[in-house]
């Protein structure tokens, strides 16, 4: 039996989400009662109707009038949302209901490309110099007027689906065409491409908490496969960073004034940084936890022998999100790192082989394949789906990253290309 | 067969629990759920898994081709699972069966899971398949044991990126509303060979 003031966590979900497993298991060792929001209704909402109900997750202001509505009958003391767009709604519904979160207007923000440019931009954090062009300009003449390499970018698209760089005014072209191709296939209703500067260096990924509007470093991840397009499928994440610690902070530093300009306040925030002889450059900064898989790769506390005594990510997000007291925010002290499998060619997926024998090796913790058999792979820049995930811990960030990588080889995908 | 042409697949759920699934069956007598190290002697599959040094293992099923460990140590899944696969290996190498066949269990507690295994029966017919089977789903139920409930997804259910909430706001919530004894609700599915979820995950 519940106690009568066990909190209740609005969690949403939307249903294409890699996240569900994990959320769902931490309110669950948290003990907090959980109700689900969705796009789309499950099937036991009816039998269920304190736990789970339909949010319209693509209007956040009507998904704030349906919380609040519910929250009449089920009282809510917290709410997360997971991803990009269910940041913003979580800040609509944390807003009308009084809750913990961001403002609106700070999470539309980050959720924007060129918005968040633009606030970055006028409070003087390093972002590339970009421009906004409606897809129905004719990309000939925008082609002469823009520096290269420049990096091309859907405004809402996840995963660096539709980013393309483009080293010619031909390269620009062709890119154009393709985004706008790309923008359609999605459904997006902005029909304008952010074109920016491409920015060269080594590519890192900040992953923290915001705690009243300070920033707390949860961990950074090296990425150290170039990210030098022409697209920019993501693969190896790994830390503790290699980077000299001075010039961490300053990437923590340029993360952290990133989210004041934003706006942001409380919550997760996930941030892309490029380091180069100019210092920190703000690639992206979004106010969800790290995407896919990949918070398998944290875990906080000290570990040991009892069951619970580790962390995970989303437990701590949704201790905060619940005013809950967060035991510890340090990362344990191995290094740890995930790689996002790269799609290995397009076609439909059989089979893939040599998994057991990549679980098998040293430091490698775990290897998921989440593409199902059958499944059609599409690679990057049109698709946004990696087949899978591979986890490895150990003493160095070098061991993890070659553990990584050894495993990846060992596994084969069996495509149908027809 | 040889130990060596055994092969074995792990398939972590999270830190604490893990699925093992062998080409060889392991069980052929429903599931066998093993709580402890007491409830484990007679079956060297289970009691060597309970011996594993370091991964303090809670729970042991076993159902079919099917192994799932629950362990409470900080050992990761790499370790342990090295161990378990040998332990599996040796266990259906030995001369006594792997598994001993479920015990008859005093009357009342016999009764009692018995009782429960009825009752969950007719609550996943009437009420939780139909539901599943709007997005094409199933739900089947593998056994009871000690109150716990093992189930198998299947269809659209198998491999779904909501299959968690499915188990957890949508099975488990029904069954403490209406079988309030059933004490958990164990998944034994192998999520990684649907071919056909219901919901798909993206990155982000």
Redesign the interface.
């Given at each position: 039996m519940l106690r009568p003031d066990t909190p209740r966590l609005l969690l949403l979900l939307p249903t294409a989400t890699y996240r569900t497993a994990a959320f769902v298991e931490a309110a669950r060792r948290l003990g907090v009662v959980l109700t689900v929001a969705s796009e789309r209704p499950s099937t036991f909402q009816d039998a269920n109707p304190g736990g789970l109900v339909t949010l319209d997750l693509s209007e956040p202001d009507r998904a704030a009038a349906q919380a609040r509505a519910f929250a009449r009958e089920h009282p809510l003391q917290g709410v997360v949302g997971v991803d990009d767009d269910t940041a913003v709604v979580a800040a609509a519904i944390a807003t009308a209901l009084g809750l913990r979160g961001n403002d609106v207007a700070a999470a539309r923000a980050a959720r924007d490309k060129h918005e968040q440019r633009t606030s970055l931009a006028t409070a003087g954090v390093p972002v590339p110099h970009f421009r906004l062009f409606p897809v129905d300009e004719d990309p000939r003449r925008l082609a002469a007027g823009v520096p290269y390499p420049c990096v091309l970018k859907p405004l809402r698209l996840a995963a660096s689906r539709g980013v393309i760089r483009a080293d010619t005014q031909e390269d620009f072209v062709a890119a154009f065409e393709r985004v706008k191709r790309i923008l359609e296939q999605a459904g997006c209703a902005t029909r304008s491409i952010l074109v920016e500067d491409f920015v060269p260096g080594r590519e890192y990924a900040l992953e923290g908490l915001l705690l009243a509007g300070e920033l707390r470093v949860l961990a950074l991840f090296d990425k150290p496969d170039p990210l030098d397009g022409p697209y920019f499928e993501e693969t190896i994440y790994v830390t503790p960073s290699r980077l000299p610690a001075e010039e961490q902070r300053a990437v923590a530093a340029c993360a952290g004034r990133a989210a004041a300009a934003l706006g942001l306040r409380e919550g997760p925030v996930h941030a892309e940084l490029r380091v180069n002889g100019s210092g920190p450059w703000l690639i992206e900064l979004a106010a969800r936890p790290i995407g896919g898989r990949c918070s398998g790769a944290l875990r906080f506390g000290t570990g040991g022998s009892g069951l619970g005594t580790w962390a995970s990510l989303e437990e701590i997000i949704v201790r905060h999100a619940l005013g809950m007291q967060i035991p510890s925010l340090e990362r344990e002290s191995q290094a740890s790192g995930v790689m996002m499998i790269p799609v290995p060619g397009a076609g439909v997926l059989r089979e893939v082989r040599g998994v057991d024998e990549a679980r098998r090796l040293p430091l490698v913790e775990e290897v998921v394949i989440t593409a199902h058999p059958d499944q059609e792979l599409v690679p990057w820049p049109e698709g946004a789906r990696y087949p899978g995930f591979i986890f490895a811990r150990g003493d160095t960030p070098e061991a993890v990253e070659a553990a990584l990588r050894a495993a990846h080889r060992r596994l084969q995908f069996v495509i149908a290309s027809d | 067969m040889a130990p060596a042409d055994i092969?074995?697949?792990?398939e972590?759920?999270?830190?604490?629990r893990c699925k093992f699934v062998v080409s060889e069956p392991v069980h052929g007598g429903g599931v066998r759920r093993f709580a402890s190290p007491d409830d484990a002697s007679g079956s060297p599959l289970a009691e060597g898994i309970f011996a594993i040094p370091g991964a303090?293992v809670?729970e042991v099923i076993v159902s079919g081709n099917l192994v799932t460990v629950v362990k409470?140590?900080?050992a990761?899944?790499?370790t342990v699972?090295?161990a378990v696969g040998q332990v599996i290996r040796a266990a259906l190498a030995g001369a006594s069966p792997a598994v001993a066949p479920k015990p008859v269990a005093p009357a009342t507690l016999g009764a009692d899971d018995d009782t429960l295994y009825e009752r969950v029966a007719d609550l996943f017919e009437s009420?939780v398949n139909p539901?599943?089977a709007?997005?094409g789903g199933r739900v089947e139920l593998i056994d009871v044991q000690d109150a716990v409930v093992m189930v198998r997804m299947a269809g659209g259910c198998q491999?779904c990126?909501?299959?968690?909430?499915?188990l957890?706001?949508?099975?488990e919530?029904?069954l403490q509303?209406h079988v309030p004894d059933v004490k958990g609700v164990v998944d034994i599915t192998d999520h990684?060979?649907?071919?056909?979820?219901y919901?798909?995950?993206?990155?982000?």
């Open positions: - | 092969r074995i697949t792990a972590p759920i999270d830190t604490g303090d809670a409470r140590g900080p990761p899944w790499q699972g090295k009420q539901m599943v709007r997005h491999g990126g909501m299959a968690d909430v499915t957890r706001q949508g099975i919530a029904m509303q990684a060979a649907g071919s056909n979820p919901f798909a995950a993206a990155k982000k």
